[in-house]
């Protein structure tokens, strides 16, 4: 069973910035896809970030430019530096893993992100 474990979340002030993690019980190498989505209470989970093993990156329009996806093979995690954050990035962000192996993807246990003043 893959576990895949999140942290860096917190308060900041608007303009701010914070990085996720999300760290792999299973090797990254076996991926199709990892990233992240984020969601509010009430409302449909969002895509934020995506990378593929072919390196291709994806960012929904409203992070474009503010937030990038990253990772390291070598750790089996990937991060999301999230830049000049806004009270709207305000969410619970979940990492997620597409794996080869499987036919459905694999959760983190989500972070709360909180931009306020």
């Known amino acids: 069973q893959v576990q895949l474990v999140e942290s860096g979340g917190g308060l900041v002030q608007p303009g701010g910035s914070l990085r996720l993690s999300c760290a792999a019980t299973?090797?990254?190498?076996?991926?199709?896809?990892m990233g992240w989505y984020r969601q509010a209470p009430g409302k449909e989970r969002e895509l934020v970030a995506r990378i593929t093993s072919g390196w291709t990156t994806t960012y929904t329009d409203s992070v474009q430019g503010r937030f990038t996806i990253s990772t390291d093979y070598a750790a089996n995690t990937w991060y999301l530096e999230m830049t000049n954050l806004k009270p709207e990035d305000t969410d619970v962000y979940y990492c997620y893993a597409g794996y080869r192996f499987s036919s459905y993807p694999y959760w983190g246990q989500g972070t709360q992100v909180t931009v306020s003043s």
């Open positions: 299973e090797s990254l190498s076996r991926l199709n896809a």
